[in-house]
T-cell receptor, first 115, second 114 residues
Framework: NAGVTQTPKFQVLKTGQSMTLQCAQD?????MSWYRQDPGMGLRLIHY???????DQGEVPNGYNVSRSTTEDFPLRLLSAAPSQTSVYFC??????????????FGPGTRLLVL | AQSVAQPEDQVNVAEGNPLTVKCTYS??????LFWYVQYPNRGLQFLLK??????LVKGSYGFEAEFNKSQTSFHLKKPSALVSDSALYFC????????????FGPGTRLSVLP
């Protein structure tokens, strides 16, 4: 299994540009999430999905869109990039166990710089 | 609302000495607690989790953590630190049956000095 994969590894954008961060998992996990990691702030949840066709907002959803057309893929779209979106983005997936005790598996991350 | 605190930004320890990375949490119900480690330029890797039962949880790479309900803490420990343990450590909490959302602490950078 490849686990959770993310592309690209690094991206530079200009303010106002749009782009899509790709995330895929091959573990047939129902749950997928997007986090951003900023120094001193840990990981903050952007959007998540509990299954194909179902998405919901996390703690910091503004400026980002997601969709989940398949179990495997969960792309994150930046609509109009801003310097405040400079961050490291992590995708995670987990299977659905009773009560929420499942472990999340993380991708290697995408480092985004917005100029 | 759920929250996680890691009171130390940085922990330094000499190789061979015991290490502790502290975590306290706040949830309104029963917690599920997790520790993850992040090596430079890598994603987070799962170390261990507390779901229920024995308060002392053993995980990967010789790490263990003790759940203390009265102190709402879940400190990560290792009896003998290795230089290769140097990394960023995150504590996370999810409230039982709360659904998807994990809440992560800000992270503690562990440096093990040779």
């Amino acid at each position: 299994n490849a686990g959770v994969t993310q592309t690209p590894k690094f991206q530079v954008l200009k303010t106002g540009q749009s782009m899509t961060l790709q995330c895929a998992q091959d573990m047939n996990h129902e749950y997928m999430s997007w986090y951003r990691q900023d120094p001193g702030m840990g990981l903050r949840l952007i959007h998540y999905s509990v299954g194909a066709g179902i998405t919901d907002q996390g703690e910091v959803p503004n400026g980002y869109n997601v969709s989940r057309s398949t179990t495997e893929d969960f792309p994150l779209r930046l609509l109009s990039a801003a310097p405040s979106q400079t961050s490291v983005y992590f995708c995670a997936s987990s299977s659905r166990l009773a009560g929420g005790q499942e472990t999340q598996y993380f991708g290697p991350g995408t480092r985004l710089l917005v100029l | 609302a759920q929250s996680v605190a890691q009171p130390e930004d940085q922990v330094n320890v000499a190789e061979g000495n015991p290490l502790t990375v502290k975590c306290t949490y706040s949830v309104s119900g029963n917690p599920y607690l997790f520790w993850y480690v992040q090596y430079p330029n890598r994603g987070l890797q799962f170390l261990l989790k507390y779901i229920t039962g024995d308060n002392l949880v053993k995980g990967s790479y010789g790490f263990e953590a003790e759940f203390n309900k009265s102190q709402t803490s879940f400190h990560l420990k290792k009896p003998s630190a290795l230089v290769s343990d140097s990394a960023l450590y995150f504590c996370a909490v999810r409230e039982h049956n709360y659904g998807q959302n994990f809440v992560f602490g800000p992270g503690t950078r562990l440096s093990v000095l040779p």
